[in-house]
């Protein structure tokens, strides 16, 4: 897995596999998610679609994040992400759901710093969260971020540690 597009055909493959599908709740990837994950040929066999909810009242109303996670720990934290994962696997009727939300810059957000990213899996009975401190530039954060989140997605589906 070489390169990104041999990522998202591995997670395509597992996911043809089992006869998952996936879905994608994207913040500041900005829907780069969901053109990874349906850049496979015949991605539309795992892939039911994604959800770009860059403003705080789509997450919640579209979503499902509870208030007190955006009053409490915020919309780029751990606890938004997981909402955010298992609102748009609830929403497509998806087996897994992946998100993303952080801060890409240039400024920060809510106090955290440029490059701090969250990435969330949900399956049908568990949510992984991974924290990440990406650097570089807004594109280059971005890019990072739909990386590792395709991947996160992969070391759910085959048991590992991401």
């Known amino acids: ?13 597992l996911l043809l596999d089992r006869g998952w599908t996936v879905a994608s709740a994207e913040s500041l ?11 496979t040929p015949g991605a539309s066999a795992t892939y039911r679609g994604g959800v770009v909810c860059y403003a705080t009242d789509l997450k919640q109303s579209l979503l499902g994040v509870d208030d007190a996670v ?10 938004c992400a ?11 009727g998806a ?17 955290k710093p440029v490059g701090l990213v969250h990435v969330a899996v949900a399956l049908p009975d568990a949510v992984r969260t991974t924290e990440l ?6 594109a280059a954060i971005r890019e990072q971020a739909c990386r590792e989140a395709v991947r996160a997605v992969w070391a759910t589906l085959v048991g590992e540690a991401v």
Do not use: I, N
């Open 95 to 111: 087996d897994v759901g992946v998100s993303t939300t952080g801060v890409a810059g240039p400024d920060p957000q809510e106090g």
């Open 70 to 79: 955006v009053a409490g720990p915020g919309v780029v934290s751990a606890e």
């Open 82 to 92: 997981a909402q955010m994962a298992a609102g748009v696997r609830r929403l497509a």
């Open 1 to 13: 897995m070489d390169t990104p597009a041999d990522l998202a055909a591995a997670v395509h493959a």
């Open 133 to 138: 401190h990406l650097s570089g530039d807004r």
């Open 29 to 39: 990837t900005g829907g780069a998610l969901g053109a990874r994950l349906s850049s």
